[in-house]
């Protein structure tokens, strides 16, 4: 308090400063006012030298009165520790010239002029202890120099009655002391309190603005009527909104407007309502569709008055589409970018179970090997992409084309087409037997082998 010098003791020290400043310009009107209360109590026959004292202390008062202006126009942040040493050297002169007071005139005062000075000075020091209490070394000064002149005066006296005075201010000064110590304590923990109180809000600030701009996720709130409270650049820029445009419509109408086919997930905004997680809604646009993924609270008062909803807004937009791009890869095949195995096997299954009409068509090719052999895997990959492109076209809008594996493919064929076939069905066929020679085709194979 009154030897360190760092940032964060001087701020302490400011505003412990500040605190007995700003009630500085009272407290010396008080003081002023009581010193005058002191010339009436010996009206009419006021000594001059009281008169003398009088003006010195409103010198010293309007002297210490400078330090209120200043502090208007200009507010103490930091204090160093001479500036508490100064306080405390401003607080014991102003007690020593109300100590000069008391030894000098009470002593020979008559009885009424002592119940005066006594009652004022009794009040001073309860008030300037109190008043000084953020100060505690001049809080101390102030009400030791007080008791040592109210006691001396005491003694001086010469009366014997008065003894149990002195005893008495003997018991209550340490009394108005320790208040004072005490009151000091709880000042400076509470300003510690602040402080931190405003340090962790300042961090939380910083990290929730660093979070709103580099994060994919925005924070939005509304009141108790639906309107955001806080229109983050981040949630400007995920829903593409237009200035002053949250003033005019509620948050729950900004997203009715941007995704239209989601109203029915958009109700749990409505009024009070249990808390919701991973609402996905689809925004639309110019651009494409933007996928969107909702959390939100309710917000009450301590005496459960509904005050709103707060929670995140995520552009899910990327994520969903690299979910559908790994739906299609693990059920499509790579090289002919047909369905696969397991496609073709939840399409049956699905089937099956709603008793759908089916014909399902196996499909291989023949020596399909020996163009692997022969000429190499590419030009039998471009063979397998060439087949799979003639199925497509041969088979109609009703029907799934699957590649199992190798030259091995599959037709599933709903509806009508389940019963009709595939369109271009009427082509001609070749069948496992030549009509012409009645010479089945493994026949075939070998003559051609032969020749």
């Known amino acids: 308090m009154y030897s360190s010098d760092d940032t964060e003791m001087a701020r302490l020290r400011g505003i412990q400063v500040s605190s007995v400043t700003r009630v500085s310009l009272p407290m010396m009107l008080a003081n002023v ?47 160093s520790s001479k500036s508490a040493h100064r306080a405390t050297l401003h607080a014991s002169i102003l007690a020593i010239i109300w100590a000069w007071m008391i030894l000098t005139w009470f002593p020979d005062a008559s009885r009424g002029q002592q119940m005066a000075i006594a009652t004022i000075v009794t009040g001073m020091i309860s008030a300037g202890s109190f008043v000084l209490s953020p100060l505690p070394y001049a809080s101390i000064s102030y009400a030791m ?23 008495l201010v003997l018991l209550y000064s340490p009394m108005v002391l320790i208040g004072s110590l005490f009151g000091w304590r709880q ?15 300042q961090l939380m600030a910083v990290l929730l603005q660093d979070f709103e701009h580099n994060a994919g996720d925005a924070l939005w709130e509304t009141d108790s009527e639906g309107h955001l409270n806080h229109v983050s650049s981040r949630l400007t820029e995920v829903l593409r909104l237009q200035e ?20 029915t997930q ?12 991973d609402i996905r809604l689809t925004m639309t646009s110019r651009k494409g569709d933007m996928h969107l993924a909702m959390t939100g609270k309710c917000l009450f008062t301590e005496t459960n008055i509904f005050l709103g909803w707060r929670g995140v807004l995520t552009d899910v937009t990327e994520k969903v589409k690299s979910d559908h791009k790994l739906r299609e890869l693990a059920h499509t095949d790579s090289l002919t970018s047909l369905a696969n195995r397991f496609h073709l096997r939840a399409a049956l299954s699905s089937a099956i179970e709603q008793d759908e009409p089916l014909a399902l068509l196996f499909i291989d090719l023949d020596r399909f090997k020996a163009v692997n052999d022969n000429y190499g895997h590419s030009v039998g990959d471009t063979i397998l992409r060439v087949v ?17 594996g190798g030259d091995e493919f599959a037709i599933v064929l709903w509806s009508k087409e389940a019963r009709h076939g595939p369109q271009g069905s ?20 070998g003559l051609h082998r032969s020749q």
Do not use: M
């Not at 003006?55 to 942040?77: D, E, H, M, Y």
């Not at 923990?189 to 962790?200: N, T």
């Open 266 to 277: 958009l109700q749990v905004l409505n009024g009070e309502g249990n808390p919701f997680r």
């Open 388 to 404: 799979a492109a003639r199925l497509r076209s041969c088979a109609g809008t009703k029907s799934l084309i699957a590649r199992l």
């Open 187 to 201: 000042a400076t923990d509470l300003i510690a309190a602040k402080a931190q109180s405003e340090r962790q809000e």
């Open 145 to 167: 120099i007080y008791s040592f002149a109210a006691i001396g005066a005491l003694w001086l006296s010469g009366q014997t009655v008065y003894l149990a005075v002195a005893i």
């Open 33 to 79: 006012g009581s010193g005058t209360c002191v010339l009436i109590a010996f009206a009419p026959n006021i000594p001059p030298s009281l008169w003398v004292w009088l003006s010195l202390l409103t010198a010293v008062c309007a002297f210490s009165s400078l330090g209120w202006q200043k502090t208007r126009k200009r507010p103490i942040v930091h204090a």
């Open 426 to 445: 009427q082509q001609r066929v070749r069948p496992h037997h030549d009509r012409r020679t009645s010479v089945p085709r493994r026949r075939q194979r």
């Open 244 to 263: 002053n445009e949250h003033h005019a419509q509620t948050f729950q109408q900004l997203l009715t407007t941007r995704c239209p086919n989601d109203l």
